[in-house]
C-alpha cells in the first residue's frame, strides 16, 4: 500500500490533465510541470531516505511519511490555484519518494528478495494495480470534485497503508551489520567504475518512462484519437494495466534469463512501439501501443536493480541502487515538461514520442558497449 500510495500519488493527478488544461487555461508545457516538480524531489528523497529508515527504524519511518503525505495530498484537494497546487507537488514529491522506498525496504525485510523474487514482483504489481484501479474509479467523482478526483484514489491508498503500517508486524532485527561507512571518494568510484550511469539511463527509460507516459495518456487520447475526457480515462486505465503485467513477468523471469538481454529486448520493443506512437496511428492502435510500452517498461524494474546490487557488499550494493534511482529521476524529471513542450510547438504528441524512442535505443546501444560491472573492484568497504 505505501508503494500504490506513491504510484497514485504521482499519476492520479495527471489522470485529470485535460480537465486541468482547461480549469485552469494552462498550457501544455504547464500541464507537464506538474509531474516535473514531483518528480525532482522525488528521487532526491530516495537518495536520502536510504540513510534516514537506518537511523530511525523502516517502520516508525514510513508512519510519519505517509501521515506527512496524507496531509498534503489533503491539503492539494483545497488548492485555490494552479500556483498553490505546483508548491503542493514537491512537497508530495518528497513523501512519494520515501514512501516507494520505505515500502520496499519494509517488504525486503520480511520476506528476502533473493530468495522470494516473485513475493517482491507482487508488491511491485500491487503498486501498478493502484494506478489502474485510480484512473477507473475517478471518473465516478468528477461530477463532485472535478479535477480533485484525481487526488482521491491517492489518499484512499495513503491511509489504507498508513493503517496498515500502525499495525503490521514489526521489522525483525537485521543480520548484517546496520551500517557499512563507504568513504566518498569509494561511493564515487562505486558510481563511475560500476557503470551506474549506464543503467541509470536504462532506469529512467522504463520506470521513467511510464510515468511520463502514464502522466500523458489522458491528454493523448483526447487530443490526438478524439475520445472524451471521461472514455479517455477509462481507455488509460486498461493501457495502465500493462505495468502490473509487466512488473510481475519481470520478477518471475528474474534469475532465469540474463539480466542485461531482458532489458535490452524489453527496451527495444518499447522503443519500436514508442516509435508507432510518434507516427500517430489511428485507434485502435495507440492502446495497443501503450499497451506495449507500459508493459516492457515495468518489466524491467527488476533486472536493473539486480545489474545494479550485483555481487557487491552491502555499503557499494546500497550506493550503487541509490546512485540509479537518483540519476535515473533527475534524468527523466524534465521529460513530462518537455513533452508537453513539445506538443505546444508543434500541435502533436508525436515528436515527444519520437525524443522518448530515440532515447530507448541510446540506453540499449550503451548498455551494449559499457555493460554494467558486476562488482566495482578490489577495494572493500572499511568497517
Do not use: K
Not at 15 to 40: C, D, K
Not at 258 to 284: E, F, H, N, Y
Amino acid at each position: 500500500m505505501a508503494a500504490a500510495s506513491a504510484n497514485t500519488t504521482i499519476l492520479g493527478l495527471p489522470a485529470v490533465m485535460p480537465f486541468l488544461i482547461e480549469g485552469f487555461r494552462l498550457s501544455h508545457e504547464q500541464g507537464g510541470l506538474i509531474v516535473t516538480v514531483l518528480w525532482i524531489p522525488h528521487a532526491v528523497s530516495q537518495a536520502l531516505t536510504g540513510w534516514a529508515a537506518e537511523a530511525f527504524g523502516v517502520q516508525r519511518l514510513l508512519r510519519g511519511t505517509l501521515a506527512g503525505l496524507a496531509l498534503v495530498v489533503a491539503a492539494s484537494l483545497m488548492a485555490p490555484g494552479y500556483a498553490a497546487l505546483i508548491g503542493l507537488r514537491v512537497l508530495a514529491g518528497i513523501g512519494t519518494g520515501a514512501s516507494f522506498l520505505l515500502g520496499t525496504l519494509y517488504a525486503a525485510a520480511h520476506s528476502d528478495p533473493a530468495d522470494h523474487r516473485r513475493n517482491q514482483a507482487l508488491v511491485g504489481a500491487a503498486s501498478y494495480l493502484s494506478s489502474t484501479a485510480a484512473y477507473a474509479s475517478i471518473p465516478f467523482a468528477l461530477a463532485l470534485a472535478g479535477w480533485r478526483a484525481g487526488y482521491l484514489p491517492a489518499l484512499t491508498c495513503i491511509l489504507c497503508g498508513l493503517t496498515l503500517a500502525m499495525v503490521g508486524p514489526s521489522v525483525p532485527p537485521r543480520a548484517v551489520p546496520a551500517t557499512a561507512r563507504l568513504p566518498l571518494r569509494d561511493a564515487a568510484r562505486v558510481v563511475w567504475h560500476g557503470r551506474i550511469p549506464v543503467l541509470a539511463l536504462a532506469h529512467m527509460c522504463s520506470f521513467g518512462f511510464f510515468v511520463v507516459v502514464g502522466g500523458w495518456l489522458t491528454a493523448y487520447f483526447v487530443r490526438q484519437s478524439g475520445l472524451s475526457p471521461t472514455a479517455s480515462l477509462f481507455v488509460s486505465a486498461g493501457v495502465l494495466a500493462a505495468g502490473a503485467m509487466g512488473r510481475f513477468a519481470g520478477g518471475a523471469v528474474l534469475g532465469r534469463v540474463p539480466d542485461r538481454p531482458l532489458v535490452m529486448g524489453a527496451l527495444a520493443l518499447s522503443g519500436t512501439a514508442l516509435a508507432g506512437l510518434a507516427l500517430s496511428p489511428p485507434l485502435p492502435f495507440p492502446p495497443v501501443l501503450a499497451f506495449v510500452v507500459l508493459g516492457c517498461c515495468s518489466m524491467t524494474y527488476g533486472p536493473i536493480f539486480s545489474m545494479a546490487f550485483g555481487r557487491r557488499p552491502p555499503g557499494e550494493a546500497g550506493v550503487a541502487i541509490a546512485g540509479v534511482s537518483f540519476l535515473a529521476g533527475l534524468g527523466g524529471s524534465a521529460l513530462p515538461t518537455v513533452m508537453g513542450w513539445l506538443v505546444d510547438l508543434t500541435g502533436s504528441f508525436g515528436p515527444g514520442f519520437a525524443l522518448l524512442a530515440g532515447l530507448s535505443f541510446l540506453a540499449i546501444l550503451t548498455l551494449a558497449i559499457l555493460p554494467p560491472a558486476r562488482c566495482a573492484g578490489p577495494r572493500r568497504i572499511r568497517e
